[in-house]
């Protein structure tokens, strides 16, 4: 038995899709922290200009297919 089961039998007595489901939510929630303690603070900074301004003007967006599209024709020249 490891340490975990030993600590926390109850989740340990979930059934198998709960304890998939509980252990992706905990990986996702922790991912989620690293990647935003990792990134610099200048990049942060521009990430929220970047949401605020998209925010202020959201038909200014361009759509993934169409930026797609345009890169793979300028990888073709």
């Known amino acids: ?3 975990l089961a030993t600590h926390y ?3 340990f007595a979930l059934p198998t899709d709960e304890r998939v489901a509980l252990g992706q939510a905990l990986l ?7 990647a935003a303690d ?3 603070p200048a990049f ?3 990430l929220e ?4 301004d998209h925010r ?4 200014s967006a361009i ?3 169409v930026v797609k599209a345009r890169l793979l024709a300028r990888s073709k020249k």
Do not use: I
Not at 28 to 34: D, G, P, Q, R, V
Not at 56 to 59: D, E, V
């Open 38 to 40: 990792e990134l610099p």
């Open 1 to 3: 038995m490891t340490a």
């Open 63 to 65: 759509p993934w297919e």
């Open 56 to 59: 202020a003007n959201p038909g």
């Open 44 to 46: 942060l900074a521009e």
């Open 28 to 34: 996702a929630s922790a991912e989620t922290e690293t």
């Open 9 to 11: 039998p109850e989740l």
């Open 49 to 52: 200009r970047r949401v605020a």
